[in-house]
């Protein structure tokens, strides 16, 4: 069965961590690139950070550059997203997304930051 699947979500303070983790099944995700997007109620998702499949080049938004780190794990077919100083808005539910010649969408881990 081809599928993607987060984890390592969960409640955290302010100033805290977590490591998410993108776990594909049918498919090697070393050939796709792959991105982690959030999405908090009443938004738009957006593209948080992304890890390209030929070169490992990184890309990361404004808003978690210098707080967020992707790397891929190839011998575990998982891509983990490094997640320190969280701040209230980064609270939100976090999609893996797999993109090579078909896109997989992973379900979703939600991240609650909160005092």
């Known amino acids: 069965q081809v599928q993607l699947v987060e984890s390592g979500g969960g409640l955290v303070q302010p100033g805290g961590s977590l490591r998410l983790s993108c776990a594909a099944s049918?498919?090697?995700?070393?050939?796709?690139?792959i991105g982690w997007f959030r999405q908090a109620p009443g938004k738009e998702r957006e593209g948080v950070a992304c890890?390209?499949?030929?070169?490992?080049?990184?890309y990361y938004a404004d808003s978690v550059m210098g707080r967020f780190t992707i790397s891929r794990d190839n011998a575990k077919n998982t891509v983990y997203l490094q997640m320190n100083n969280l701040k209230p808005e980064d609270m939100a539910r976090y999609y893996c997304k797999a993109d090579y010649i078909i896109t997989y969408w992973g379900q979703g881990t939600q991240v609650t930051v909160s005092s």
């Open positions: 049918g498919f090697t995700l070393d050939d796709y690139a």
């Open positions: 890890i390209d499949s030929s070169d490992d080049s990184l």
